[in-house]
């Protein structure tokens, strides 16, 4: 969830005793527990090194190797979501990665005869999105605005706007459109009773 101190100023305010009042401080107060756990997880992340917006939003992440190689920005979400660090793994703004998914910097060279561990920075840009069960390997680049279909497998860099799928992933002839506005974490519960009401 955003931070409880994002949240806090930029609530939705309404005249004390209305309904509008009761309603949105019992949904608050209601979905606070789980504001907390997410807050403290993002917390104990950055605590370790990790550089993640106070807007982004981190579901029931699973986060392994060196913290200072992850960066997250402004209004991300994550689900349920493993990332292996080691290289660096960079997401934009926007973007939205979708429950299952695996993000991988390290592999094995299956052409060295000492099997070699080979590995890649990873970067996710703005807007792109990530679908459920998708996996990135090592020194991809998934470019602004890009579409991982579920289950897709992805080795080679992915277009601006280009939607992939399949294993290993390929680009479909349907392009996205590049004129994008929209808040990935806008719809969730938590974010909505704080900001909206």
Known sequence: MASLHYLFTHRAKFPFGSRPFFKSWAKRILLLPSLIVMNLKRQLLVSKGARIDGRAELGKIKVDGRKSNLTIGSQSF?????????????????????????????????????????????????????????????????GRGAVVGARAVVSRDVAPSAIVVGVPAVPISKKRTENLTYDPCEFLAANRAWLIG
């Open 78 to 142: 994550l689900g349920r979501v493993t990332i292996a660090l080691h290289d660096e793994v960079v997401i934009g703004n926007k973007v939205c990665v979708n429950d299952g998914v695996e993000i991988l910097t390290a592999s094995h060279d299956v052409m060295d005869p000492e099997w070699k561990h080979v590995k890649g920075k990873i970067t996710i840009e703005d807007y792109a999105w990530i679908g459920t069960g998708a996996m990135i390997l090592p020194g991809v680049t998934i």
